[in-house]
């Protein structure tokens, strides 16, 4: 699953997948509506790829959270984000034990469950093994057909 190119904006509702880079920021698409902004250096944006949960011994990466409740959920929707506070901590406790309960709050899980639904929807969530090889079998092939690249003699050595 590559969470790299999903982005979060802070003080902006849902998910968004990155267009571009600009020398003030990036080109964004919103997975809800299909319309593209512009995000600048200033707004805080993160994307999914760099997010973990707390838990007690470690951080685990939200990737591997999302995995966790496609598989529980056999590849369905997951709790409601709008769900009661207690709901939301049962069924988070469901797919992640161990979670730090002092540090992973209500909020953070009803972004976890939303951008799940989310990502499910648009067909995103894939086994976090399966997408990281493949991912290396592109980087792989990549280099194999580019042209001249293996044999060429590296210019101006020594600089």
Do not use: C
Request: charged share 40%; proline share 7%.
């Amino acid at each position: 699953m590559d969470l790299s190119k999903v982005i979060t904006i802070s003080g902006k509702r849902g998910l968004f997948r990155l267009l571009s880079e600009t020398r003030s920021g990036m080109v964004v698409q919103s997975f809800e509506d299909g319309r593209k902004l512009p995000v600048f250096a200033t707004d805080r944006s993160s994307t999914l790829e760099d997010i973990s949960i707390f838990t007690h011994d470690k951080e685990v990466p939200l990737k591997d959270v999302l995995w966790k409740i496609f598989e529980k959920n056999d590849g369905k929707p997951g709790p409601d984000p709008k769900s009661p506070p207690e709901e939301l901590k049962n069924a988070f406790q469901e797919y992640l034990p161990d979670y730090d309960k002092d540090r992973v709050h209500v909020s953070d899980m009803k972004k976890v469950f939303a951008w799940y639904n989310i990502l499910l929807d648009q067909e995103m969530i894939t086994k976090p093994e399966e997408s990281e090889e493949k991912d290396d079998d592109a980087v792989k092939r990549g280099q194999e057909d580019a042209p001249g690249k293996a044999g060429e003699k590296e210019k101006n050595p020594g600089k």
